[in-house]
């Protein structure tokens, strides 16, 4: 059974930071990328951070040099640093697990950060 549980979330005042933990299980973790969305009521979900087999990463424009992505395939857990958090960093922050581009993704329960002061 494929299982990704988020952990991590929760309220941090802006400038603030938090490290976000996704443990994944049931599945060959180190052939998978993985990647981090995140959504606000209203909005799309949206491409957050993602880092591949290899450990090539790439970020949207809105978190470089702020967020930083890195996973540990000895744990099957994929993490996301985040720093310098905004105001607008606020949504619900979800795992993300595809083999290949095309392919049907995995997806966690999703772990709420609240940025406010």
């Known amino acids: 059974q494929v299982q990704l549980v988020e952990s991590g979330g929760g309220l941090v005042q802006p400038g603030g930071s938090l490290r976000l933990s996704c443990a994944a299980s049931g599945f060959p973790f180190s052939l998978y990328h993985m990647n981090w969305y995140r959504q606000t009521p209203g909005k799309e979900r949206e491409l957050v951070a993602g880092i591949a087999r290899g450990g090539t990463t790439n970020y949207a424009d809105s978190v470089k040099g702020r967020f930083t992505i890195s996973r540990d395939d000895a744990k099957s857990t994929v993490y996301l640093q985040m720093s310098s958090l905004k105001p607008e960093d606020t949504a619900v922050y979800y795992c993300?697990?595809?083999?290949?581009?095309?392919?049907?993704?995995?997806w966690g329960q999703g772990t709420q950060v609240t940025v406010s002061s």
């Open positions: 993300n697990a595809r083999l290949f581009p095309a392919s049907t993704p995995y």
